[in-house]
């Protein structure tokens, strides 16, 4: 991430092609460090993280 940015990371999916029976996200941060949100109309996942945290591991898997 570059110095002085703020705010959370941004990731289009379009989930009606990729992901229609839903997704599962994982986090490698540890447990209430980090949150998301889905904003179905604009089909964007945004994820709030721990700056503090340098690395994050994102994992976005279909649902069953």
Do not use: C
């Not at 002085?4 to 839903?22: C, D, K, N, Q, V």
């Not at 980090?34 to 179905?40: A, C, I, M, R, Y």
Request: hydrophobic fraction near 40%; proline fraction near 11%; avoid cysteine.
């Amino acid at each position: 991430m570059k110095p002085g940015l703020t705010g959370p990371t941004e990731i289009y999916m379009p989930a009606a092609r990729f992901f229609p029976s839903g997704f599962e996200l994982s986090v490698s941060d540890p447990a209430g460090t980090w949150s998301s949100k889905w904003d179905t109309d604009r089909e964007v996942l945004s994820i709030s993280t721990n700056p503090a945290i340098t690395l994050h591991m994102v994992t976005i898997i279909p649902s069953d």
